[in-house]
């Protein structure tokens, strides 16, 4: 077999990583001063946060391009501003990960932040805590098992994402070569134990990513119905 | 003392309610509906209200439209319906979340019998065990008035009975302010020292001479 070079290894894990990080806190936040107040418009702005999921990879790949390419919107600001430029770099495989994978934290956070009694928390008010020490102390650790399973699905997702980032970073061996980009382009270039090779590492971690989470979850499900 | 005048459009009425209520149990009796828990929640801050005035004691808590004091400084214990106990946290841990001081919290866990119960959680407790949980939780944070959404509701009769008693002797021990929203009228019966009658979306009040006693079995 030819000699692996393992620089899409530790990208995919970099990208996915700090993807997670920013959609863990955007999608934290955003879900809990969202998920359980009504207001004019909400369905809209919901919509607008979902949307990746069911838009194609290259859809959303042209929007981001529209945005941070070297003529886009925020693409031309970075560059005039701070001679910065996120398209075919690693930076543009982050922003990839994080649009695509948002959704997926959102949607749990959400979930989560409403499958308790919005009582509990108020109970917490009345008793004279401020808001963030009720956010730490109980809504926090209520939703933790949803938001945990939020941050697996978006971790995985991001670790996946191709379409996008193909479009955004460009396929750049040892500079934008996450593992679904190296798969391909071993594929295309007949490099198939290459391609081989990165398919066990996804499907690896992707398959001990969901089975600890379904451990994590029926042992957290046991400890509370004891 | 508590001065309340509250303005409050709702989906299908006008809630505009004027009453006061002193150191007595003052019952807030009504159909289901009728407004009684946005009361509640509007005399806590939890609600925003139109219009009108609230006052405990001495401060001005809502005028003119505006909180002028946030819910966590109201000094308002509150004992939701169906608990609102926190799940992840042991009695003790719910208890101790908000007291004021341990000794007092600690004379209110021996009166209403949770000594036993301290490590266990919510989950693991009878209706009845939740029900005096949440009330000492209410309680040990000192509060200067005392809501309680129908707090008996989903007790048993026997056990009914027994919160009745303990709801009495802890009124008779700690002087505050209570109102309790029920449906029941025989809670109206052995509880009140006043009844705020839910018509339309306007209170009518009626005090009462005598309340039916019920043998203390505590």
Do not use: C
Request: charge should be positive; aromatic fraction near 12%; hydrophobic fraction near 50%.
């Amino acid at each position: 077999m030819e000699h692996i070079n393992f620089f899409p290894l530790w990208l995919s894990l970099k990208t996915a990583g700090i993807s997670t990080v920013v959609v863990f806190l955007s999608g934290v936040f955003l879900a809990y001063i969202i998920a359980r107040k009504v207001f004019v418009g909400k369905s809209v702005v919901e919509a607008i946060f979902l949307l990746p999921l069911v838009l194609p990879p290259t859809v959303v790949g042209f929007g981001l391009l529209y945005l941070f390419g070297k003529n886009g919107i925020i693409g031309k600001l970075l560059m005039d501003l701070f001679d910065f430029q996120i398209v075919f770099t690693w930076y543009g495989a982050v922003i990839a990960s994080i649009v695509v994978s948002f959704p997926l934290m959102y949607q749990s956070a959400s979930a989560a932040f409403q499958q308790y009694d919005k009582n509990i928390e108020n109970a917490a008010l009345t008793m004279g805590k401020s808001r963030w020490k009720v956010f730490w102390t109980i809504s926090f650790p209520l939703a933790w098992p949803g938001l945990l399973a939020g941050l697996v699905l978006a971790f995985a997702r991001g670790l996946g994402e191709f379409g996008a980032t193909l479009m955004l970073a460009g396929y750049i061996p040892n500079a934008t070569d996450t593992i679904p980009l190296a798969i391909y382009f071993a594929v295309e270039s007949g490099k198939m134990d290459v391609a081989k090779f990165w398919v066990m590492i996804i499907v690896a971690l992707g398959f001990f990513a969901i089975l600890w989470l379904n451990w994590w979850s029926a042992r957290n499900m046991m400890k509370h119905s004891r | 003392m508590l001065t309340v005048h509250m303005e409050k459009q709702l989906s299908h009425f006008t809630l505009d309610v004027k009453f006061n209520v002193g150191r007595e149990i003052a019952v807030l009796f009504g159909p289901s509906g009728s407004g009684k828990t946005t009361i509640l929640n509007g005399i806590a801050g939890l609600t925003k209200i139109n219009d009108g005035e609230i006052r405990l004691n001495e401060r001005v808590l809502f005028r003119e439209g505006k909180s002028l004091v946030p819910v966590q400084e109201r000094k308002v214990g509150y004992l939701f319906q169906d608990y609102a106990l926190f799940p992840h946290k042991t009695v003790w841990e719910n208890i101790e979340y908000g007291m004021k001081q341990e000794s007092f919290a600690k004379k209110l866990i021996d009166k209403l019998q949770v000594g036993h119960l301290l490590t266990q959680y919510p989950h693991e407790i009878s209706g009845g065990e939740k029900q005096r949980t949440a009330l000492i939780r209410a309680i040990a944070t000192e509060p200067e008035l005392l809501l309680l959404d129908e707090p008996f509701s989903a007790l048993d009769e026997k056990t009914k009975n027994n919160s009745y008693e303990q709801l009495l002797a802890v009124h008779q021990e700690w002087h505050i302010p209570i109102i309790l929203v029920t449906h029941n009228k025989s809670e109206v019966e052995l509880l009140a020292d006043k009844v705020l009658y839910m018509k339309n979306g306007k209170i009518m009040e009626e005090k009462l001479q005598e309340k039916e006693k019920i043998s203390l079995k505590m």
